[in-house]
């Protein structure tokens, strides 16, 4: 798995509305169909890195269910996009949502499965050893960035993504792949991926449900006047989704199919 560089030639969003949850679920069930699809023809293997939070269970679920044998699971290496500072069997752990929901109802190979190892002795550390497997995993050289086949995101009703939040130091990472990130309002760590990896990922998907996320998408796709994290999810060569369901899109100008 090569690293690569790239020149920033940034790319339009691309936006699509759903009437209701299944069907935004079913949309990003079929995009993650073909993309792993399309990714195991070219290179012989699909690299994707989940999100947390309550909106993807749909997707998981759907995936483990109707969509799982159109999917090269022994082919798929899983990553994820932020982590609590918890331990993996915790409430909170985004691992163990993805793992309760998919991964251990489908056929992936154990050593393809990379969580954030939060058993290590402080957030950072667990950092550190997260931008350690994602360099190997790519065999980066110096300067290189990894690129991700797909990365899923969502968005807070703060703007945030992954674990990028608001007025918080990650946000102006350049260099590193992957940070610890302490969150003040949260008085809590989080491990996140950084701006530069997300950035060179070959698709971003941003999956968005529900009348509460109106305003807030709302302003990070039409209001030019914020800056707001999610705004700053920009791939310099590839595609940025954004799949959105009708009670989120509500507040959005005309204009998207």
């Given amino acids: 798995m090569e690293g690569q560089h790239f020149c920033a030639v940034m790319v339009a969003s691309e936006i699509r509305i759903a009437n209701n949850p299944a069907e935004l679920f079913k949309a990003a069930a079929d ?17 994707v890195a989940l999100s947390g939070g ?4 749909g997707l998981y679920a759907l995936l483990a269910s109707k969509y799982a044998p159109a999917i090269p699971w022994r082919q798929t290496s899983v990553f994820f996009g932020d982590e609590r500072f918890v331990l993996p069997e915790h409430p909170d752990s985004n691992f163990r949502m993805a793992n309760e929901t998919l991964l251990s ?3 992936l190979l154990p050593e393809n499965v990379f969580r954030v190892h939060t058993e290590e002795a402080s957030a950072e550390a667990a950092a550190l050893q997260y931008e350690s497997v994602v360099k190997n995993y790519f065999a980066l050289r110096p300067g290189e960035f990894p690129r991700f086949d797909l990365i899923l995101l969502g968005l807070g009703p703060d703007g945030h993504t992954a674990s990028l939040f608001p007025g918080t130091a990650a946000l102006e ?16 760590q989080r491990i996140t991926f950084t701006y530069p990896l997300i950035n060179h990922a ?7 449900s529900g009348k509460e996320k109106a305003q807030i998408l709302h302003e990070v796709l ?3 006047n ?6 700053r999810v920009r791939p310099v060569s590839g595609r940025l989704l954004w799949l959105i369901d009708q009670p989120a899109a509500g507040l959005l100008s005309g204009g998207t199919t």
């Avoid at 995009?31 to 690299?47: D, M, P, T, W, Y």
């Avoid at 309550?54 to 269970?57: E, G, L, N, Q």
């Avoid at 070959?202 to 968005?208: E, P, R, S, T």
């Avoid at 914020?226 to 705004?231: G, S, V």
């Fill in 202 to 208: 070959a698709c971003v998907m941003f999956l968005v």
């Fill in 222 to 224: 039409e209001d030019s």
């Fill in 31 to 47: 995009e993650f169909a073909s993309l792993a699809a399309q990714a195991v023809h070219r290179k012989g293997s699909f690299c």
């Fill in 54 to 57: 309550s909106t993807p269970k």
């Fill in 173 to 188: 990472e350049k260099h590193r792949l992957v940070v610890a990130n302490w969150v003040e309002k949260l008085k809590a």
């Fill in 105 to 107: 109802r489908v056929p």
């Fill in 226 to 231: 914020t800056e707001l994290p999610a705004q």
